[in-house]
């Protein structure tokens, strides 16, 4: 689609439904189009950018799982591949033989962060650090660390 198009198709759904997001298009290697749109933060009037990061909870399972087992595919880890080993962060409550299958399969043993039973206000897990300012593993990871 001709680009100019693209950006009026976009703009008109942007402003149909009162959109929040980003708008990413990435043909093979090159991006052909990205935008961001409306805000980031409400109460704090900070507007979204393409580096936004979104909670979307259990949504990224599926994503997750996909992008793990295309590394499983081209060789670079295997399931049986250690935590430990993937990341360049200690996280000393955690049992060092957790595997890539031990966390696609929820039997690592790692506490569920997100205890229903346990909280009732899951925005408190974010005031201290909100997710559209995470910009990296190092900044979500270690919340995982008092586990």
Wanted: net charge negative; charged share 25%; hydrophobic share 40%.
């Amino acid at each position: 689609m001709e680009q100019a198009k693209l950006n009026k198709v976009i703009e008109g759904v942007v402003k149909t439904v009162d959109f929040s997001g980003v708008v990413y298009i990435k043909e093979r290697d090159e991006v052909t189009f990205q935008s961001a749109y409306g805000l980031a933060h409400r109460s704090a009037r900070l507007s979204n950018t393409v580096h936004t990061r979104f909670g979307i909870a259990s949504g990224c399972k599926l994503f997750t799982a996909i992008g793990i087992c295309q590394l499983v595919e081209t060789g670079a880890i295997s399931f049986d591949t250690k935590l430990k080993d993937c990341l360049n962060l200690e996280f000393p409550n955690f049992d060092k033989n957790i595997t890539i299958h031990h966390l696609l399969t929820h039997t690592s043993g790692i506490s569920d962060y997100f205890d229903e039973e346990e909280m009732m206000d899951f925005e408190e897990l974010w005031k201290d650090r909100p997710v559209y300012e995470m910009t990296s593993l190092h900044d979500f990871l270690p919340l995982f660390q008092d586990s």
